[in-house]
């Protein structure tokens, strides 16, 4: 049978369109349905954000300053620049004090519907009052509860019923790689929403408490403000950013809500936080403490002194003791041990673990409130330095970390813990760094002590401080005796 002669391009057609009419166009349909598998694992948060918002607060402060007016240009320009008169100025002019107001700005979240709000100390320190608005514009006083520094945590109160909570969950559930949000007022813009994951859960900074650290965006104003899991619960009070530019950088650190609500307790009731001490300093031990000790590691805090009938000398600790655990729990650090023992109720036994030549030792130890300190120990050199310059000069100081200097780019110094009105009318703010005082380097807290209690009455003071990597120097009149 004679076969048709088909073109090639002909056949290739038929081909396509048997194809096309046998699958009935199924195969591109099902191509284009293919759900978008790569975004498919990211969380919606709006509705966790319309439930959880309405409970977070805008924080504003208010404090009082005293401000010199009466002067010439020059005048006022030296004394705002240094904080002192032009030598002669009074005999040419009288300065007159006028009362000026300096506002802050923070975050904070409701835990009860009757007012109770949680914050950070560093938002209301120092303030004169304090108000709070809702999402819904309404705005409130507020009544300071009581204040932490230690911890970082302060307790307002407003008067109203019925107002939006946020739940609080434990911070003891969270683990690293976990998706959480942040709700507050960064550089003033209320109910600003960031997220992030929690990218370690107990990272030790130095301070008191482990914190708990996260990448989720958080600037100036964020203070105070929750950090929220995705079952809309609290788990932190978003405090803290590692930064080198005074924003953030990329990590941000947050008061874990159990240590929070712990504290919040205690102000709750009394105003203030008690805290059990057992009268040692410490000092930390590294490889070659260790092997000169024969110890199987570096693991453990070395017992630098123990305080003269002191809970810990009852208990028969000795200088040269090596404490392992506290109640069970593994002691690496100072701060470690001093928040275990800060948590024991006073009062109460707590087992200490101790290595002393060549044995473990158990002994029993009552924790109990402490009103001073003895003994020539870092921790006593800072409690009497800060107790003479915040009557002198309005401040109180701690000791700067290794990393805290490279990240400053110093090379000695102090931070200023606190800053009280007599300092704050002169330009200085916490987390200042002084590192000279009149002529003297300030190299510790102990060099710090030494040149305030060396300052004379009547005589300026002119200290070089560093701020945000800059240099600058204030001058003022401290409170001399």
């Known amino acids: 049978m004679h076969k ?20 009935g166009m199924a195969a591109p349909t099902q191509v284009l349905a293919a759900p978008p598998v790569a975004v498919s694992g990211l969380p919606d948060l709006t509705g966790l954000v319309e439930q959880v918002a309405p409970a977070v607060v805008n924080i504003r402060t208010v404090e009082k300053i005293q401000i010199h007016r009466g002067l010439s240009d020059f005048d006022d320009y030296f004394f705002r620049f240094f904080g002192m008169p032009v030598p002669g100025m009074h005999q040419r002019h009288r300065p007159e004090t006028e009362e000026q107001v300096r506002q ?7 835990i009860s519907e009757d007012g109770y709000i949680l914050t950070n100390h560093h938002v209301i320190n120092g303030a004169d009052e304090v108000f709070v608005r809702l999402i819904d514009k309404r705005e409130f006083k507020a009544k300071v509860i009581g204040s932490d520094k230690r911890t970082d945590v302060a307790l307002l109160k407003v008067k109203g019923t019925n107002l939006p909570v946020l739940k609080t969950g434990r911070s003891a559930d969270i683990k690293a790689g976990q998706w959480v949000l942040a709700i507050g007022s960064p550089f003033k813009l209320d109910n600003t929403v960031t997220a992030g994951i929690i990218s370690a859960t107990a990272r030790d900074t130095g301070d008191y408490l482990p914190l708990i650290q996260t990448d989720v965006a958080v600037n100036p104003g964020n203070s105070g403000g929750p950090l929220i899991n995705m079952n809309g619960e609290a788990i932190g009070i978003n405090s803290q950013i590692f930064s080198r530019s005074g924003g953030y950088m990329g990590i941000s650190f947050a008061v874990p809500i159990d240590e929070a609500l712990q504290v919040a307790d205690q102000l709750k009731k009394t105003g203030k936080v008690k805290r059990g001490q057992i009268g040692v300093h410490v000092s930390e031990i590294n490889e070659e403490t260790a092997k000169a000790m024969n110890l199987p590691n570096s693991r453990g805090i070395l017992v630098a002194h123990v305080e003269e009938g002191s809970p810990a000398e009852k208990a028969g600790l000795e200088a040269g003791d090596v404490i392992l655990k506290y109640n069970g729990h593994e002691v690496e650090s100072a701060s470690e041990l ?8 006073v009062g109460t036994d707590a087992s200490v673990t101790v290595w002393r030549k060549g044995t473990n030792h158990t002994l029993s130890v009552r924790p109990k409130v402490m009103e001073g300190v003895k003994g020539d120990s870092k921790a006593a050199v800072k409690a009497v330095a800060n107790n003479k310059s915040e009557k002198v000069l309005g401040v109180t100081v701690d000791e700067l970390g290794d990393e805290q200097k490279k990240s400053l780019g110093v090379k000695h110094g102090v931070v200023i813990t606190s800053a009280k009105k007599q300092a704050l009318s002169v330009g200085l703010r916490r987390g200042d760094v002084i590192v000279r005082m009149n002529n003297a380097d300030v190299t510790d807290v102990a060099s710090f002590q030494q040149a305030v209690s060396s300052l004379e009455r009547n005589k300026m003071v002119i200290l070089m401080v560093v701020r945000s990597g800059m240099v600058t120097y204030v001058a003022f009149q401290p409170s001399v005796d």
């Not at 802050?104 to 409701?110: H, V």
């Open 104 to 110: 802050g700005m923070g975050s904070g979240f409701i």
């Open 4 to 23: 048709p002669n088909v073109h090639p391009v002909k056949k290739l057609c038929l081909a396509v369109c048997l194809a096309l009419s046998v699958a």
């Open 338 to 345: 001093s928040r275990l023992v800060g948590e024991t109720p």
